[in-house]
C-alpha cells in the first residue's frame, strides 16, 4: 500500500476555479507552496513533476503569444514529467473565438484565430515535448490520475 500523497498548489494559482484535493485513500490532501514552474506539483517531488493548467481557451490563446509562457516552457523541459492541462476542448480551440466571452464586435477584428491555435498547439508539443492534454470538465480528475501514476512509478 502507498503511503497518501500530497498535492502542491502553487500559491500563485488564484483562479477560483483551481483545484483543491481532498483527502482520499491516495491522496493527504492539497498544501499551497509557491511552485517555481507550474501551477501543481506532489509534496517531496516538487523537482520530478510538473503540471499547467489552463483553465479557458482564452487564456491559453493569450499564453501563446505571451514570452513568458515560453520561458515556463522551456523551464518545464527540466521535469522529467511535464503536462499542461487544457480544461477545454479541442472543438473549442479550432472554433476560437467562438464561444468565449469576448464580445462579438471585437471578435471579428481579432487576429488570433482557431486555425493559428492549432498550428502553435502543435509547434509547442513538437519543441517542448511537453503532452498538452485536452481535459474539459475532467482537468482535476486528469491531475489527480497523473500524480498517482507518478507515485506508484516511483514507490512500487
Not at 493527504?28 to 520530478?48: F, M, R, V
Request: proline residues 4%; contains cysteine.
Amino acid at each position: 500500500m502507498l503511503e497518501p500523497y500530497t498535492i502542491i498548489r502553487d500559491t500563485r494559482e488564484k483562479d477560483d476555479k483551481g483545484w483543491i484535493f481532498k483527502s482520499s485513500k491516495y491522496c493527504a490532501g492539497t498544501i499551497e507552496e509557491k511552485l517555481d514552474t507550474g501551477d501543481y506539483s506532489l509534496y517531496g517531488w516538487a523537482q520530478h513533476l510538473c503540471i499547467e493548467r489552463k483553465g479557458s481557451v482564452a487564456e491559453f490563446a493569450k499564453n501563446l503569444v505571451e514570452d513568458r509562457f515560453l520561458r515556463e516552457l522551456d523551464r518545464m523541459l527540466d521535469y522529467p514529467w511535464r503536462y499542461v492541462l487544457l480544461e477545454f476542448e479541442l472543438s473549442d480551440l479550432l472554433e476560437f473565438p467562438k464561444g468565449t466571452d469576448i464580445p462579438k464586435r471585437r471578435q471579428r477584428f481579432m487576429k488570433l484565430r482557431g486555425p493559428f491555435l492549432l498550428k502553435t498547439f502543435i509547434e509547442i508539443q513538437q519543441k517542448y515535448k511537453i503532452p498538452m492534454l485536452f481535459c474539459g470538465d475532467k482537468g482535476q480528475e486528469v491531475c489527480s490520475s497523473i500524480c498517482k501514476r507518478f507515485i506508484e512509478a516511483h514507490n512500487g
